[in-house]
């Protein structure tokens, strides 16, 4: 299909465990199955993890590291040909920013050199490389998803904020598109006043054929909350175990299985809870689409989510949930049919929160219903042409 062109794409973030990387979960999921759709339809995939050491090939992919000694050769380069630590151009750099530009500049010039490449696709926003790119390679095609910038700006104090959205604009304006994947991620950029003109809403895919539905697996009393990054702070398990805890019907008859990092963890086992919980750690594909399919709910009252990619993948085997309201509310309009519930940390308490788990576990859900929805609305196979699109067809470039 794209004979006649160059079919090779460089994508730019973690690869995932499945692929030979690292990474779990969130954006390393995501460029998983980007790659691994791209493959199917006879396009070269190449990931650069600058957070490996070498480079591999597994599952038609191509996994480009660095290696320490190339890493030192970038910082040296960085410094004397680049002059990324003094240059105005690279002002919104942070020093940690510009230390991860420099072992990565060396390394990542010789490899866009090397291939042809037609597009660069960076996740996300602020990745600090995105500038270095376009003013190294000014005719590439350079898209860039935004997975939450406002994650780092807000709460942030003035100076890092205007920094940070500093560096933004920047990559906005480095870009050709810029990848936004919810409404809310839409309404954010205009309360930063940020430009909306290079944008498009893809929001995220997921591969439905990888989430298998267990129709006769019998729903278990589980209340699952899967947040394993920002548990605390973002994900908000302090009120969902507060919710348990004031209602009598949860603290009986159900089970929480929180899927935590390990400062969540330490910080929970401290507390005696008047209910059963499990807390679990980064869990393998398997088993989490397992607690999927036996969870009654699944419950992850976030502070803010820029997709919300646990909700989909409960809701791809049919289990309701209960989660971020804008999200929710996004994924209800678009699948139009009930999904759970809504949960405003702003505005409702741990009373309201306990209500609405016991509303929604009270009640029967056609799951076989929900699968078709997402399938239809979400799945990998209806949404990778709109990728294709943006990375091969002329005048599809923002100007």
């Known amino acids: 299909m794209y004979t006649n062109m160059p079919n090779k794409v460089l994508l730019i973030g973690r690869a995932s465990k499945n692929i030979g990387g690292k990474a779990t979960g969130g954006i390393a999921k995501h460029i998983e199955d980007l790659s691994l759709n791209l493959s199917k339809r006879g396009i070269r995939p190449f ?17 480009f590291g660095v290696s320490y000694l190339n890493k030192a050769l970038g910082l040296l380069y960085s410094f ?26 060396y390394q990542i010039k010789k490899i866009v050199q090397k291939h042809d490449f037609r597009t660069i696709h960076a996740h996300s926003l602020n990745r600090p490389i995105i500038n270095l790119l376009r003013k190294s390679f000014p005719n590439i ?7 939450g910038f ?5 709460g942030a104090k003035r100076t890092k904020k205007k920094r940070i959205l500093g560096k933004i604009l920047e990559n906005i304006e ?23 003109f290079k944008t498009q809403k893809i929001s995220n ?11 006769k697996a019998k729903k278990e009393n589980i209340i699952l909350f899967n947040g394993y990054n920002k548990s605390i702070d973002i994900k908000n398990l302090p009120v969902l175990i507060q919710a348990i805890s004031k209602s009598e019907l949860l603290r009986k008859d159900f089970k929480l299985i929180a899927i935590v990092n390990n400062k969540a963890k330490e910080l929970v086992e401290k507390q005696k809870t008047p209910f059963e919980m499990e807390l679990l750690g980064s869990q393998t594909w398997e ?59 702003d505005r409702e308490t741990a009373e309201d929160l306990s209500f609405k788990i016991e509303n929604v576990v009270s009640k029967t859900y056609d799951r076989e219903l929900m699968r078709k929805r997402v399938k239809e609305k979400y799945d990998w196979e209806n949404k990778i042409e709109f990728f294709i699109k943006i990375y091969f067809e002329e005048g599809m470039y923002a100007k």
């Open 47 to 63: 990931i650069w993890d600058f957070t490996l050491q070498k480079t591999l090939d597994k599952k038609s992919v191509t996994i």
């Open 80 to 105: 004397f040909s680049e002059n990324i630590w003094l240059s105005k151009t690279y002002k919104n750099l942070s020093l940690r920013d510009k230390f991860i530009v420099g072992i990565q500049s």
């Open 141 to 147: 095609n350079l898209v860039v998803t935004d997975h």
């Open 150 to 154: 406002w994650q780092k700006t807000d």
């Open 174 to 196: 480095a870009s050709n598109v810029v990848i936004v994947i919810s409404d809310f991620s839409i309404d954010k950029f205009k309360e930063y006043s940020l430009p909306l």
């Open 205 to 215: 895919p997921i591969y439905i054929s990888n989430i298998p539905i267990d129709a």
């Open 287 to 345: 088993k989490l689409v397992d607690l999927y399919n036996k969870s009654k709910i699944l419950v992850v009252p976030s502070k803010s989510e820029s997709f919300g990619l646990v909700y989909m993948e409960a809701l791809a085997v049919g289990t309701p949930v209960i989660g971020f309201h804008k999200t929710i509310d996004e994924f209800q309009n678009v699948l139009q049919i009930e999904i759970g519930d809504t949960f405003d940390n």
